[in-house]
């Protein structure tokens, strides 16, 4: 009895764990938040409980911490906690989902004399036959405890499946696929929703019918602070690059091809937005490092390259083998 309330208390407690899933905006405007950290594993911890007390994905925790036994890691074991990200490109302007990275952002307006932040968490996305579309829409209705009704498409699956019925209508309550919270995207054709779930397990997955899951406690904290009209912008970047302090970061995702199978971004791709992001100026890349980070895509930033100053410019070859350019030259 004593262990069952001790362990009780410990689930409780991850939960409620005040683990930051809003961040300041550099005021230089650099695309780069949070931080990379290290902890150690509890005795009763699996990394689907770590990955949720982090607002994490499960798979994108356990990319990261490949050879760890996801479901009993073990009294003390490291755990990488990946923290640090780099903004998804474009405008930083209401709800932008980036899908490869199974990842929301909010850009919340900016209060007077405060700085700007930004809130992230992870989402489920669409699977194979139901990929979630990209473009941009808008938040155009917000519901407590709603009630789901099946579309055609969803029973037909089951059908074909061999998978008990689902009623016309299911009711708010546990049974319900939708959690607590929902919010309506205005997408033509379908009906696409932001919301909760009564299976966290599964956020940060490609499992949905084209929706966008969240854990039950972030989409609370977001339902609250998005109003009706807020835009939504959802995009596919699996490849995301910046220049920050004459640093080249690079942070990789594993893109999704058309059945919903995960793949690796080919060089040609990566170039193409190397030679975008640096234009004409000089850099020092290490390639060595760059094709690591495009190989294993595990997502975490890492500097690829520096730039130069001028008088340092050069194309020629360092001790290293890096290759200065201009990319495209």
């Not at 970047?237 to 302090?245: A, G, L, S, Y």
């Not at 170039?271 to 975008?276: N, S, Y």
């Not at 495009?294 to 690829?304: D, K, Q, S, W």
């Amino acid at each position: 009895m004593h262990r069952l309330i001790g362990y009780l208390f410990c689930v409780i407690s991850c939960l409620g764990s005040a683990w930051a899933t809003e961040y300041p905006l550099r005021e230089d405007g650099a695309d780069i938040f949070g931080q990379v950290e290290r902890i150690r594993t509890r005795y009763e911890d699996t990394l689907i409980q770590v990955a949720r007390r982090y607002s994490l994905g499960f798979e994108e925790l356990l990319r990261v911490n490949q050879g760890v036994d996801p479901w009993l890691p073990g009294e003390g074991t490291e755990i990488l906690i990946p923290g640090q990200r780099l903004l998804p490109p474009g405008e930083r302007e209401g709800i932008v989902v980036n899908l490869p990275e199974h990842r929301l952002y909010y850009f919340p307006t900016p209060k007077q004399n405060e700085p700007a932040t930004v809130l992230t968490y992870p989402v489920s996305v669409g699977k194979m036959d139901w990929r979630t579309p990209i473009g941009s829409t808008k938040i155009v209705r917000k519901q407590q405890n709603p009630s789901w009704t099946p579309p055609e498409s969803v029973h037909e699956e089951r059908r074909r499946l061999g998978e008990p019925p689902l009623p016309s209508v299911v009711p708010p309550g546990r049974d319900n696929p939708l959690g607590a919270h929902a919010m309506r995207l205005a997408i033509p054709g379908g009906s696409y929703l932001i919301h909760g779930t009564n299976n966290p397990d599964a956020v940060g997955m490609a499992v949905t019918h084209g929706c966008l899951r969240m854990y039950p406690e972030d989409i609370a904290t977001l339902f609250e602070r998005v109003p009706i009209g807020t835009k939504v912008t959802l995009i596919d970047e699996p490849v995301k690059m910046t220049k920050i302090d004459g640093e080249v970061w690079l942070e990789v995702h594993p893109p999704i091809d058309d059945q919903g199978r995960a793949t690796t971004v080919s060089l040609e791709v990566f170039e193409g937005k190397l030679d975008a992001l640096l234009g004409a100026s000089e850099v020092v890349i290490n390639w060595d490092i760059a094709l690591e980070a495009l190989r294993e895509a595990r997502g975490i930033p890492v500097i690829i390259g520096l730039e130069l100053l001028p008088e340092e410019a050069s194309p020629a070859e360092s001790d290293q083998g890096d290759v200065v350019a201009p990319v495209n030259g």
